[in-house]
């Protein structure tokens, strides 16, 4: 009998948010005063010191969740990525502060390839309590396995699309409200077997000011 080789990524979230970071922002700086990158801990960005930062400007906030790709074998001709249960309780806590939530993986089966260029398809995930959901996607972004559960994850989509959805269903607020409204989503989606040193999914975040412009 033929043996199935396992899936498995050949890189960390962290090295996917290298690629992911300086992409969107390059998309949205044309289109607000400042976009500031950011992320969240509480007793760094979220901290007393942080708080008296106030520009006193409007800000709208974006939530990305860095995917990896995952392989049967490097240099395969698709990708598949997941979407934890996790990342929905994360885009339901944040929708109810205006907080659209995204992610992005980039399209490369090997981490050689894995550069400030490569190809990226991004996802809009909609409130929903779900659990896990898989895509497999080619490196030409075509999805060619959709699970009938994944009504939540909408994509793959373009940048713009990502900038007009934004621009859309974000709610601007003020300094203040922004830091706590992340620390508030920080903590209702807190995973049951969060320990304190080790947490579940966290995202990036991107801090717009200013209103937007088409």
Same mark, same amino acid.
């Given at each position: ?13 962290? +090295? #996917?948010?290298? !690629?992911? =970071? ?6 949205? %700086?044309?289109?607000? /005063?400042?976009? @500031? ?20 400007? +409007? #800000?709208?906030? !974006?939530? =990305? ?6 392989? %049967?074998?490097?240099? /395969?001709?698709? @990708? ?20 659209? +939530?995204?992610?992005? !993986? ?109």
């Amino acid at each position: 009998m033929t043996e199935v080789a396992a899936i498995r990524s050949f890189c960390s979230e962290h +090295t #996917v948010e290298y !690629v992911l =970071v300086p992409r969107i922002v390059r998309e949205f %700086a044309p289109h607000y /005063d400042k976009v @500031v990158a950011l992320y969240f801990w509480a007793t760094r960005e979220g901290n007393t010191t942080s708080r008296l930062c106030d520009p006193h400007e +409007t #800000v709208r906030l !974006v939530s =990305v969740f860095p995917r990896r790709p995952k392989v %049967a074998t490097p240099n /395969d001709q698709s @990708v598949l990525v997941k979407f934890n249960a996790e990342l929905f309780t994360w885009a339901t806590e944040s929708y109810r502060f205006g907080i659209p +939530t995204f992610a992005g !993986v980039p399209l490369v089966s090997s981490l050689a390839h894995l550069t400030l260029e490569s190809p990226l398809a991004w996802f809009h995930l909609a409130p929903a309590h779900l659990g896990d959901v898989e895509l497999t996607i080619t490196l030409d972004g075509r999805v060619v396995q959709v699970p009938s559960q994944s009504d939540s994850v909408e994509g793959p989509i373009n940048l713009t699309d990502v900038l007009n959805r934004v621009g859309r269903l974000s709610r601007p607020c003020s300094w203040e409200e922004a830091l706590e409204h992340l620390n508030q989503v920080r903590s209702n989606a807190r995973p049951a077997r969060y320990f304190y040193f080790i947490g579940g999914y966290k995202p990036f975040h991107l801090l717009l000011f200013g209103q937007y412009a088409c």
